[in-house]
């Protein structure tokens, strides 16, 4: 299955999105969303440690697969834990919420 969203980029070339005023708020939001939910519908996810990364790999299906880069510089590993260790340590929580 493929699924597209046609989110509005900036006409700044090298200039993201949610830093380009005129792109209206709730556009940026929208987009926002509906790339997290698509990203969080692969079976795979392969992605650069942000928020919206996070968040994909929370709503992702329990038997997706996820990896965030994580190299010794990231400002996680200086306090001892990868992005994807700080992701599964989410889940873990929320399951713990969940079940208790």
Known sequence: VVASWGSQLSAWSGK????????PGLEKAADAMADTYLLARCKGILSTYSSLSVLATLWAASDSTWAHFCTPDDELQSRHMCPGQY???CRAR???????
Do not use: F, N, T
Not at 16 to 23: E, G, K, S
């Open 94 to 100: 929320l399951g713990a919420q969940a079940s208790g």
């Open 16 to 23: 993201p999105c949610h830093m380009d005023d005129a792109i």
């Open 87 to 89: 992701v599964e340590s």
